[in-house]
């Protein structure tokens, strides 16, 4: 019995402490997952806010004349034929977004390479907004990375890395993916 008094009086000796402790301990526990939270929620927050752009339409334009293009990738061969033998020829790679309408976009580590936009905004949809680049025989068939710097709608500013391929219509982001 001497035991168990001597137990009893410490639990309540020292319950105010054990207590308090306690609460301390699990208040830092929420406040920690709240900021988890709160982190998760602003990343999904400037994830919805980003432009998602894919290929449409892949056209070669003859340089100096807007009229004459060919339709790619199903006249690629002629298109790469007569670049061979001299002539200039930009590629125009219409883009579809499928994210959000952001306010200002621009390509900023590849200077072949240019962001067309109706009025610097990348609108939904596809037809305003085009990649546009000189086609080089040589680098037919490269892997080349760009990186796509924009401004959304909210004022929050990202950058997403994407990668197409040197006269292919292919454009894929893959950071962040």
């Not at 309540?12 to 939270?37: D, N, R």
Request: proline share 5%; net charge positive.
């Amino acid at each position: 019995m001497l035991l168990f008094d001597k137990a009893l009086s410490l639990v309540v000796a020292y319950w105010p402490y054990a207590t308090a402790a306690s609460a301390t301990v699990w208040a830092l526990y929420e406040k920690m997952g709240k900021m988890v939270a709160d982190k998760k929620l602003a990343e999904a927050q400037r994830r919805s806010d980003a432009p998602d752009l894919v290929c449409g339409r892949f056209i070669g334009h003859v340089a100096g004349d807007p009229l004459a293009y060919y339709r790619l990738p199903e006249n690629a061969a002629t298109l790469l034929k007569r670049a061979k033998q001299g002539e200039k020829f930009q590629i125009r790679m219409t883009l579809i977004n499928l994210g959000k309408r952001v306010k200002r976009a621009v390509i900023t580590n590849h200077p072949g390479y240019v962001l067309l936009t109706k009025f610097g905004e990348l609108q939904g949809g596809e037809g305003d907004d085009a990649l546009v680049y000189d086609f080089q025989p040589e680098q037919f068939g490269e892997s080349i990375k760009f990186v796509v710097e924009f401004e959304s709608s909210s004022g929050f500013r990202q950058r997403h890395a994407y990668r197409t391929v040197h006269g292919e219509p292919v454009l894929e982001r893959i950071d962040p993916s």
